[in-house]
């Protein structure tokens, strides 16, 4: 189980949730920053606060990588199916697609391409 969060906390989670739900990509240190009246440092810290807690996994080296974690438990399509392959080379627009439509299916929003 996973470890009680303060009032702040909850926020910060709530706003990443929303701010995912409306844009479709997650918020930037900056923009939570900016939301919370804070600098971008107490931001990493609080950050930091719900990784260890379990609530929230970072992508590193990935820009807007915040992911809630109950969000992380994506089932993707295997890439070795058949079927995004014709005689050894990879179809990823097929592939694009089913991955969009996993998204779509846990209840994220996706950021069509203009």
Known sequence: MREALSTKQSQLVDFIRAFTART???PTYAEMAKHFGVNVTSTHQMVDVLIRKGYVRCVRGVSRGLILTDYADLELPDINDEEYW???VFKPHLYQRDV????KSAGM???EPA
């Open 24 to 26: 479709g990509i997650s």
């Open 86 to 88: 014709c005689e050894g």
């Open 100 to 103: 969009i439509e996993a998204i």
């Open 109 to 111: 929003k996706v950021k």
